[in-house]
């Protein structure tokens, strides 16, 4: 499904939280919003499934002004990923997978055959992992039962809100492959919010940039790296390169050779 964004602002009060961001996401594409805290790029996201309406601005999927459908019919073709998986407590990871189904009254039996059928693609065992409550999770395996419990209805786009920001480096580093991969597999347009342009560079098709309630500078990896449009993208960057020079070709050997973040890896230890 294709998004775009028309001129989207958010007041809250005084204060402008948004300022006129003009964006398209194409159908099937990994979109990371990538920017310093409070710079506006959650609330631009939540605004696709409508957690937060714009103050003014419209926002159209396949041509379809988003204010005009059903609320409860778009939210279900949405999945949501969370920071730290935000998982009930009180259900098992099999009901906790199966959460959407239910509400979309899947019967019993097609539920259960769901939740099998997905928990090895995440790397867990379904006879161990079905019954266990979220409590009995690592931090690592909570976050991979949330992503299924996001895709578990085959939705049409994923919003994940910094969902990788309180693992350790090596669960992250997992996950960010697992991800990449699952929607290479199942197609699904993403939508992905971070602060880390390390982690959005190893993740995106395209990147737009926000700070301080404006779109700063959108386009790919490659494009955004070579042509910073000013200095603060130039900044993040710089950080960026440090970030990389304390890495090895070896740590990123999980990720094609062919992606932007592999080719900036290698550049820098080529100098």
């Known amino acids: 499904m294709t998004i775009e964004l028309k001129n989207i602002t958010k007041r809250y009060g005084d204060k402008l939280a948004l300022d006129s961001v003009s964006l398209r996401i194409e159908s099937r594409e990994f979109f990371v919003l990538v920017g ?17 309406e714009p103050t003014d601005g419209t926002i159209e999927i396949d041509d379809e002004a988003i204010q005009t459908l059903d609320l409860r ?25 199966g959460l959407i189904l239910q509400m979309k009254k899947w019967p019993r039996e097609k539920i259960r055959a769901r939740v099998e059928e997905l928990l090895p693609l995440v790397g867990l065992d379904a006879a161990i992992y079905s019954s266990r409550k979220p409590s009995e ?39 960010q492959e697992l991800v990449k991969d699952l929607q290479h597999r199942l197609k699904i347009t993403t939508i992905f919010v971070t602060h880390d342009m390390t982690e959005a560079m190893a993740l995106a098709d395209h990147i737009a940039i926000v700070r301080d309630g404006k779109l ?14 000013d200095s603060f ?28 973040l592999s080719a900036a890896l290698r550049e820098v230890h080529a100098k």
């Open 137 to 175: 999770l690592s931090g690592g395996e909570a976050q991979r039962v949330g992503i299924l419990r996001a895709i578990a209805a085959e939705p049409k786009i994923i919003l994940m809100d910094e969902p990788f920001s309180a693992l350790d480096p090596i669960a992250r580093k997992q996950l």
């Open 73 to 97: 019919a778009l939210r279900l073709q949405i999945g949501y990923v969370l920071q730290q998986g935000a998982l009930f407590p009180n259900l098992t990871v099999a009901e906790n997978i």
């Open 233 to 260: 993208v130039a900044e993040f960057f710089e950080t960026y390169q440090k970030d990389l020079s304390g890495l090895t070709v070896g740590d990123l050997a999980a990720f094609p050779a062919d992606t932007e």
């Open 216 to 229: 700063i500078q959108a386009g790919t990896p490659h494009e955004i790296r070579q042509h910073p449009a």
């Open 36 to 52: 310093a805290s409070g710079g506006g790029k959650t609330t631009l996201m939540k605004m696709i499934n409508r957690l937060i």
